[in-house]
């Protein structure tokens, strides 16, 4: 726990390279540990490490294929170099593999806002604050998350 909070630290300083190295001296003494490899694989994306961040998404992919991190991850990074197809197909099977992560469902709706695909975009923002519109019983609109994803804003009616 030591060497995560030291790497969480290093991150906020903006030292994502060695906080992605503290990751890997954690991940050492705990392998296969999926949270870790997580956390390793954000780190190495913020220092800019695609090739580092690329791996470790491929091997959540392969290690623990019921979760949608590592595919959240490879969309993520696909997305950045431009390769929209490669990131929606991954998004698209992060819903699958976890259906209830709402991150997941964010990075869909940002494909396909960024592919122009507004309508298809709202209804995957949906599935991100579908548990509070259950909770609340309430329909609200998607501005805010739009907004906050860096979207311009649409609203679903």
């Not at 906080?19 to 050492?28: F, G």
């Not at 623990?64 to 991190?69: D, L």
């Not at 019983?137 to 906050?148: E, H, N, P, S």
Request: net charge neutral.
């Amino acid at each position: 726990e030591a060497l995560i909070a030291k790497a969480a630290q290093l991150s906020l300083a903006g030292r994502n390279r060695e906080a992605a190295e503290t990751m890997t001296k954690t991940l050492d003494a705990s392998p296969g540990a999926v949270e870790l490899l997580v956390l390793r694989a954000g780190y190495r994306e913020l220092a800019g490490d695609v090739e580092g961040a690329m791996a470790d998404a491929e091997t959540l992919i392969r290690d623990a294929p019921r979760s949608s991190e590592g595919y959240y991850r490879r969309s993520s990074l696909m997305m950045k170099k431009g390769d929209l197809e490669a990131a929606l197909l991954d998004a698209v099977d992060g819903t699958r593999a976890e259906p209830r992560n709402a991150r997941i469902w964010r990075q869909l709706g940002d494909v396909y806002r960024a592919k122009n695909q507004k309508e298809r975009a709202i209804e995957a923002y949906e599935q991100v604050v579908r548990p509070f519109v259950e909770r609340d019983g309430t329909r609200g609109r998607l501005v805010y998350i739009v907004a906050k994803s860096g979207g311009s804003v649409w609203e679903a009616h």
